[in-house]
């Protein structure tokens, strides 16, 4: 007998286990990777299929297992290397396979689950039926056939006890409940005619009087044999046309799937270019790995505007020749429409573009059309590293610094080390490119681990922008309270003045960042999760002032704002910080013959928002962007000539040990989008406005002096004992007492230092522990959260020590592996 060990798809740590389920004689296809639905705990859900086996049947005497109902797909989902890769997902980032089988699934769950109820015949006269109550709805079911419970429940109202009458009348077998499984991607389906023979010369002589069909028989055998209705009746012809030919067996008609592709009406060219020499070198250095077949990873460290987007698609088009698929990340997907132009260029419909906003129809479709090799470059964000591609031969991270490679809830992986991983089972190369790499990357390039490709200069010797730096204390002293300091507002002035473009980068959205009562000093927070409020002040459509609201940027929640102080009743209610509403306001005032524009993460809230914001702004509809981060990220707008942070120091306040790189970052990134085209002897124009001039972090990036910083930091690195030197494990311990999450927290802490803490023999000790300390959301919703951070020189051993007090199982503790917040 076949029995199956099944993975059920249920979002439960205490069962992530396998079961076993008989597999009926009528399933005998399915095998390791598919998808079925299985009974569970009186429901149908879904499961993944880890192994079959045949087993005598004495065997399995007395076990009652139970049947695999029904397969989800025609084949396995999951390919044998996406098994292997998703046991590797949950072992390091001890989470339960079905958590880490579920990233490779669009949607999470590929399937719908409705429940309907039938009527036995046989029961029809079952003494419980004399009740009315109990005829009345068995009499509804048998004459409207199988019924779904939200009809039941408009045809039966309260006071009517519809579930337990269902209950009851399921327990006596009288009634059926019935589960159906629907894929939810909806697939849609066109007709098409398909040419079952060839059109000879003397069956052109049999139709010679038949014109209509003879043209359309031709017209097939120019357009490859098979064609869509939709596709005929634009040529002319006509259904009954195709009948009669069908009648007649000369053509078949088919349903053939839709394979929606929203990305295939965007177009764009590209001239051929010649690869500049240090582009060309560094497809020259990866070459060889592709075509041997090997895993080996590369560090691409050009600076902004050296032309990495182009090295890129060059080795896609190797590996693309090769007859293998390439892996494209990108770390938000709406502000990369610029790279995913340039594919499109080279590649165009060998592409799918895997986005948040697509509907799950849509990404199911792009499945699929990998799935068939329609397409082979996959473009998208951290989570396209799951496409089902079998044949993977280059997974490119661009940005690879970036924080949004990183998932926050569970599996928390990061999409740079679960690439290596990934590349290393496919034998595929890995090609990391950033102009600021992580501290991480660029030191595995220093010692050999990666191989680094250099390109220290922008593409047609365009120089490096011209950065200096305001000091904001003496703009203050100066008398300036605004957020535009004097020597930025005469940059925008002149950069108007010559009919060129600007950027400005404020990384905090909305108009104030905090409110305060003056009187008691109360700021006002959260009531989730204890952050302060900030104030956002919504224009009305209509003009005219309306008050704004207070936001929690952590969890979402809005409130109106209070007249009076919530704590002392007060009405010293003030407002402090100021936002990118604030800067638009201001930049309004002071510029009014300017056209601004604003983009964060309040004006992108629609489909395509990001990338209008970016065409309009580039085709010159606008003088000045404004914006969050995402102004930074890539863009490459040839009018932009000049650029102003503001306040890009506010990060190193943060009490977390990546604060100087991501200052560091964030500079050199905005100040990498100006004067990218600048022609003779210009230079694009940056100007940074900082509290902290002599901070190591600022000076570094006004030079745009990455091996400067590099060489500082990593010296703090490692005497701090942080990664690169270390490996990070943040564990997150909840509990609806204060003392318990504490308690629960300190007992770890003590433990793993009773296992890890130093060695007998003097050398140097496995891990070290801190903490532990309230987590920087101490309470959230009515719990209360203290972290501990390992780190970890053997990070192995910790995971196994982490799995061996089976803490991953532990609803109340949340596992991070690389964290990037510390709180
Ligand atoms: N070989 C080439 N010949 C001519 N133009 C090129 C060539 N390679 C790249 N470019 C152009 O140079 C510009 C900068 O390239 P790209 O945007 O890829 O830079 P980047 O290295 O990704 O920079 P950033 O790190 O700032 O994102 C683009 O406009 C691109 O079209
Ligand atoms: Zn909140």
């Known amino acids: 007998m076949l029995t199956a060990q099944v993975f059920v798809n249920v979002p439960v740590k205490s069962i992530a286990k396998p079961y076993t389920y008989r597999i009926p004689p009528e399933l005998a296809q399915v095998g390791p990777g598919w998808r079925v639905l299985v009974p569970f705990g009186g429901r149908k859900v879904e499961g993944f299929i880890l192994a079959t086996q045949r087993q005598p049947a004495e065997a399995l005497v007395g076990l009652k297992l139970k049947d695999i109902s029904a397969t989800v797909d025609e084949e396995a989902w999951f390919q044998p290397v996406m098994l292997e890769e998703a046991r590797w997902m949950a072992s390091f980032y001890l989470c339960s396979l079905a958590e880490a089988m579920r990233l490779f699934m669009p949607g999470k769950s590929g399937l719908k689950i409705t429940v309907a109820y039938t009527a036995e015949d046989a029961a029809r006269d079952h003494v419980l039926l004399g009740q009315s109550t109990y005829r009345a709805l068995y009499d509804y079911i048998a004459a409207h056939g199988p019924v779904r419970r939200p009809q039941l429940a408009k045809a039966f109202p309260a006071p009517y006890d519809l579930t337990s009458c269902l209950d009851k009348l399921c327990a006596y077998h009288i009634l059926r409940k019935e589960y159906e499984a629907k894929g939810r991607d909806a697939a849609r389906y066109e007709r098409i005619a398909v040419l079952q023979e060839p059109l000879t010369a003397a069956r052109r002589q049999d139709f010679s009087r038949r014109k209509a069909q003879l043209a359309l028989w031709e017209y097939l055998e120019a357009h490859g044999g098979s064609v869509s209705f939709q596709a005929l009746k634009a040529a002319g012809k006509t259904t009954a046309t195709v009948q009669k030919l069908a009648a007649a067996g000369i053509v078949s008609v088919q349903q053939r799937r839709v394979l929606r592709d929203s990305y295939a009406a965007i177009d764009s060219t590209q001239e051929a270019r010649t690869l500049t020499e240090e582009q060309a070198a560094a497809v020259r250095a990866v070459t060889p790995c592709i075509e041997q077949r090997k895993y080996q990873g590369f560090l691409l460290y050009g600076v902004t505007g050296s032309g990495k987007t182009q090295v890129y698609i060059e ?383 600022v000076q570094c990036g006004i030079r745009q002096d990455y091996a400067g910083f590099y060489a500082q930091e990593i010296q703090l690195r490692r005497a701090l004992g942080y990664p690169p030197f270390t490996r990070l494990i943040k564990l997150l311990f909840q509990a609806e007492s204060k003392a318990a999450a504490r308690e629960q927290a300190a007992a770890f802490v003590a433990a793993c230092r009773q296992k890890f803490g130093a060695p007998a023999d003097g050398t140097q000790p496995r891990a070290e522990v801190i903490g532990p300390a309230p987590a920087l959301v101490a309470k959230f919703r009515g719990t209360y959260r203290f972290v501990l951070l390992i780190k970890a020189h053997d990070l192995a051993a910790v995971q196994t020590y982490l799995r061996s007090c089976r803490l991953h199982l532990r609803t109340d503790v949340a596992i991070d592996i690389d964290p990037i917040t510390m709180m």
């Not at 996959?378 to 661009?398: K, Y």
């Not at 700021?523 to 999760?529: E, S, T």
């Not at 964060?600 to 606008?622: C, M, P, S, V, W």
């Not at 650029?643 to 009490?655: C, K, Q, R």
């Open 315 to 697: 080795l896609a088009r190797l590996v693309r020749r090769a007859g293998r698929q390439v892996i494209v990340l990108v770390p938000e997907i709406a502000l990369t429409g610029q790279l995913v132009l340039a594919f499109k260029a080279y590649f165009r419909q060998d592409i799918i573009v895997m986005h948040s906003r697509l509907t799950l129809a849509e990404r199911n479709d792009a499945v699929h059309r990998v799935r068939r090799g329609e397409a082979g470059v996959i473009i998208g964000a951290r989570s396209a590293l799951f496409t089902p591609a079998e044949q993977v031969g280059l997974i490119i991270l661009d940005e690879e610094q970036d924080m949004s490679y990183k998932q926050d809830e569970s599996p928390r992986y990061h999409a740079r080390v679960v690439a290596e991983a990934f590349a290393r089972f496919q034998r595929a190369v890995l090609v990391l490119g950033s102009a600021t790499p992580s501290l991480e990357t660029y030191h595995r390039a220093r010692t050999g681990e990666l191989t680094l490709l250099a390109m220290p200069h922008r593409v047609g010797a365009v120089p490096l922008p011209e950065v200096a730096c305001v000091d904001m204390r003496q703009e203050l002293r100066l008398g300036n309270r605004h957020i535009i300091s004097r020597p930025l507002e005469a940059l925008i002035r002149q950069t108007l003045a010559a009919h060129e473009q600007i950027i400005i980068m404020l990384n905090r959205r909305g108009y104030s960042t905090f409110v305060m009562c003056r009187s008691c000093g109360e700021v006002i927070k959260c009531p989730d999760c204890g952050l302060p409020l900030v104030y956002h002040q919504r224009r009305a459509p209509q003009g005219g002032a309306t008050r704004g609201l207070l936001l929690c940027h952590h969890c979402d929640i809005r409130q109106s704002v209070p007249d009076t102080c919530p704590k002392c009743g007060s009405r010293y209610i003030k407002y402090f910080g100021s936002g990118t509403e604030k800067l638009e306001q201001e930049l309004r005032a002071l510029v009014p013959e300017a056209r601004v524009i604003r983009m964060d993460r309040d004006t992108t809230g629609a489909k395509f928002a990001h990338q209008n914001i970016l065409r309009r702004f580039r085709a010159g509809e606008y003088d000045i962007l404004l914006g969050t981060q995402m102004v930074a990220k890539g863009h490459d707008i040839p009018g932009v000539t000049a650029v102003g942070i503001i306040s890009a120091d506010a990060s190193l306040n943060m009490p977390d040990f990546r604060a100087a790189e991501r200052c560091f970052m964030l500079i050199t990134q905005t100040a990498g989008r100006a004067g990218r085209r600048v022609r003779g002897a210009r230079r694009g124009k940056v100007l940074v406005q900082t509290y902290n001039t002599e901070h190591y972090a």
